[in-house]
């Protein structure tokens, strides 16, 4: 296999991120997915639109491409204007609270904090958006964990809610810098790196349960050990199960996450962005690439990440391709 670029990966990661989301979609919220349905619709014709989770992304990726790192004003406000514009495409409940408080003069920093009784969401809502977070800096993945961390504040101020944000985008860097013939095992380096950063006792506990999964472990399986919910404590370890379980491919990644039911849209875009990110954007079946809701608008958004990544990284670094 020849090398990937890093532009493909930036590619993989953005584009990876909507189609796994469009493809998990149908599927939000049922404990059990029957294969046939999943395979009639990764065949079919239909278009592929994509949801919040995608949304929240493109938030991100603007953002940091518009004030070339991270600016929390910046970020929350182009949220706003996604939400504002289309809120219709199957927000949390927590995030459009968020926005409201903002709107009605809590300062930005102290929203999130005020949501379920004052500790904040731990939901998968602040993880599901933080891959362009992982390639921006994916040169530096402490500066990924931190950034990850800051950002998900804006809407998910509970430490679980975050360290699933901190995982998800130091996951996306980690596999956009590993060779896409790596020279081990991909799921046993990523998890002994990624207990380098995580450092909360119920994530650890969860990097420990996933580096005791088998890669092939049947579904049921995963779900009882991981779980497949809309907290990120669950979600986050089993989107890095799917991307990790097939690390040679994308659709086979993307599949088993939606296998796993639950958070499908969710789990399979976390998914699709841990294995676009390792395999890169070419490695996306072209029948899902043609289906893609605002595919060149995601393509051309991934290329303008990777510029303004290279405007704000010293010197001295990683090669463009
Ligand atoms: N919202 C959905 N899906 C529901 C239906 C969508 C349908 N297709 C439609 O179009 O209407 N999906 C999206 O939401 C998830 C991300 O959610 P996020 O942004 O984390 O939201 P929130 O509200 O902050 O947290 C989610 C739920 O988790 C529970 N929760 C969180 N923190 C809690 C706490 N401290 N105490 C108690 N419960 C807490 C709550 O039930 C939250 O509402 C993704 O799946 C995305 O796809
Ligand atoms: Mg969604
Ligand atoms: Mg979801």
Redesign the pocket.
Known sequence: MESVTLRDRFRGGIVGTAVG?ALG?PF??RQEVDPRRIDSWQRSDKDLRW???TA?TVGVAESLIASGGFDGEDMVSRFMAHHDAEP????????P?VFAAIRQGVDWREAAST???G????????A?RSAPLGLFACHDLELVASMAWEAAGI??A?AL?RAGAAMQAYSTGWLATTPSEPSGPVRTLLVDDLRSVIVDPTFRQRLDALDDLGTESPRDEVVATLGNG???VE?VPAAVHAATAHPADFAAAVRSAVMLGG?T??IA?MAGALAGALLGYSAIPQPWLSRLEGHESLVTLADELLTAAFIARPPGGIDAG
Not at 119 to 125: H, V
């Open positions: 989301d979609a939000e919220g949801t919040d989770d929240m219709w495409r199957g927000y949390g409940a927590g995030p609270r949501l379920f009784g500790t904040g969401s731990f939901g998968n809502g602040a599901m809407t998910h509970h809610g809309i907290e990120a979600a958070d849209d969710t875009a």
